[in-house]
């Protein structure tokens, strides 16, 4: 048997949580078995589900459930239900192709994670990477600490000083003062308040006053002005060229409007004052893929077990569809609708294309299969092309889930930019966060799945 991890003490697989195995016989279950007790879990029910009665594992009083998924226990699985579903069970599933093939370094890290989840922590780190304890501070010493003008009591400061004063000739300036040149031993002149006094500039004599006018002479008095015609004005003209022939307005080509009685205003239609062209409520609206959008779940190894809770957790009337994308291999999309159609509080089928996306449905999507937004919703098509450029930010979301293609972080952020939410699934209880930790890393929310259920559900009412 190969060893995962230090061995456990009897004493310490005591202490352990109780954990119940349902796999076949085979090498997908000696591989989860070496896993439980590498990672300190005490395996007390190891069972073939298709053998194994509910009253079995009702009375065998454990706390955690792994179970190997493949077609030849649905059925059983399904007849188990009951007791599964007891809210005091913690449940794991697995793909049982995955966990006979997995080995080595995959295999030590699915362990990892696995003693997380049994011991309560959320250190999935390998032997020797454990993050360093902080450093202590420094002791303490009797006495005052050192001040600052301590630090620099021998400090050779005039030389400094003066490398600066014979240097300041040299540093270019802006060219907008230039100061005056002066001898070294002339120094500026210091003066009293008497000789400012004495030095102020003296006011000028003021100018003598003029004569005053002459009195004009009888023969000097101009004549009387002659009478007006009937009909002018009685002010005399302004001479031309005074400031009096100034004005904004031509006075002589403009004319009040004479004020006329107008007849009672009758009232007018309003569409009458309206353009035909124009309309108070006749507007385009926009197209239903751009308003409705979708919600799509990316999760990978482990996912399933995310993908169920979070299904569980949404309400029955959610408004939005909800997309679940997840490889498997083999193609088994159709054990992977059973499954999740038992824990969905909606209807979960499969994809396919020419089929349209119904709101408050889940779809669980197949190889080959995309979306593409049509003239009065979003619509199923055959397509190799990348889901998430085809997806409508609009209402639109992207959560990814345990075990999530890395590769496809970049678009998922390039969704946020185009107005969508997106968020993953925090580390604790989570197989393969590394996909969900660059979005948290970019500030971007976190949680559990029923947590990250509750959120999507209060953003679809808005």
Request: glycine share 8%; proline share 11%; with cysteine.
């Amino acid at each position: 048997m190969t060893c995962w991890g230090s061995p456990v003490s009897a004493n310490d697989r005591h202490q352990a949580r109780p954990v119940a195995l349902l796999a076949r016989a085979g090498a997908a279950r000696e591989r989860l078995k070496e896993a439980v007790l590498a990672a300190g879990g005490r395996l007390v029910l190891e069972e073939d589900p298709n053998a194994l009665q509910a009253a079995s594992l009702q009375a065998a009083s454990v706390e955690l459930v792994l179970v190997a998924l493949e077609p030849a226990v649905e059925d059983a699985l399904e007849r188990l239900e009951p007791v599964l579903q007891a809210p005091h069970l913690n449940l794991m599933f697995e793909e049982a192709e995955l966990a006979a093939r997995r080995e080595g370094w995959d295999a030590q890290r699915w362990t990892r994670h696995l003693a997380a989840k049994l011991q309560g922590h959320d250190n999935v780190l390998p032997p020797g990477q454990e993050p360093e304890a902080p450093a202590l501070p420094e002791q303490l010493e009797p006495g005052m600490p050192q001040r600052p003008a301590e630090r620099h009591a021998d400090a050779p400061l005039q030389f400094h000083l003066d490398e600066a004063e014979q240097h300041a000739g040299t540093v270019p300036n802006d060219g907008l003062y230039v100061a005056p040149a002066a001898r070294a031993d002339e120094r500026p002149e210091v003066l009293s308040f008497e000789e400012l006094l004495a030095r102020a500039p003296v006011a000028p004599a003021p100018l003598p006053e003029p004569p005053p006018a002459a009195t004009p002479t009888p023969a000097a008095v101009a004549p009387p002005p002659l009478p007006l015609p009937s009909g002018s004005s009685d002010a005399p003209a302004p001479a031309r060229g005074g400031f009096q022939d100034w004005a904004l307005l031509d006075d002589d080509a403009y004319e009040a409007p004479v004020a006329s009685p107008s007849p009672a205003a009758t009232p007018v239609a309003l569409e009458r004052l309206l353009p035909e062209s124009l309309s108070l409520v006749e507007l385009e609206p926009e197209t239903r893929a751009a308003e409705t959008g979708a919600v799509l779940l990316l999760a990978g190894i482990g996912g399933p077990d995310a993908v169920r809770r979070l299904l569980a957790s949404l309400p029955a009337e959610f408004p939005l569809p909800v997309l679940v994308q997840m490889r498997l291999d083999g193609g088994r999309y159709a054990n992977l609708v059973k499954q999740m159609a038992r824990a969905a509080t909606l209807p979960v089928a499969l994809a396919a294309a020419g089929q349209p996306l119904a709101a408050g449905n889940v779809y669980i999507l197949q190889e080959g299969v995309g979306v593409a937004g049509g003239e009065d919703a979003l619509r199923f098509i055959d397509t190799t092309a990348p889901l998430l450029p085809a997806l409508p930010a609009q209402r639109g979301a992207v959560v990814l889930l345990s075990g999530a293609d890395t590769a496809l972080v970049p678009d998922v952020l390039a969704f946020a930019e185009r107005g969508g939410w997106i968020a993953g699934q925090s580390g604790e209880g989570c197989y393969d966060p590394e996909a969900a930790n660059h979005l948290a890393a970019a500030g971007h929310p976190s949680g559990t799945p029923e947590h990250l259920a509750g959120e999507l559900a209060q953003r679809s009412e808005q």
